[in-house]
């Protein structure tokens, strides 16, 4: 059986410049390359505590 998991859609909607480069990293890895990319990912502890490290530079919605 297929378990239908959580999404959060996340934003990117500043500029990463200036930013930390642990942060760049970060918002990377949640698969943003620029301002207004959207990625779609699953709502896991792991995905959260990376949106809250970056939380000044996207949009997240349930």
Known sequence: ???SRKK???TLVRS???TKR???ATV???GLSRINSS?????TPAVRGMINNV???VKSEA
């Open 1 to 3: 059986m297929t378990e």
């Open 8 to 10: 959060i859609k996340v």
């Open 16 to 18: 990463l410049i200036g």
């Open 22 to 24: 642990s942060h760049r």
């Open 28 to 30: 990377r890895g949640l």
């Open 39 to 43: 990625a779609e990912l699953e709502d």
């Open 55 to 57: 939380y000044y530079l």
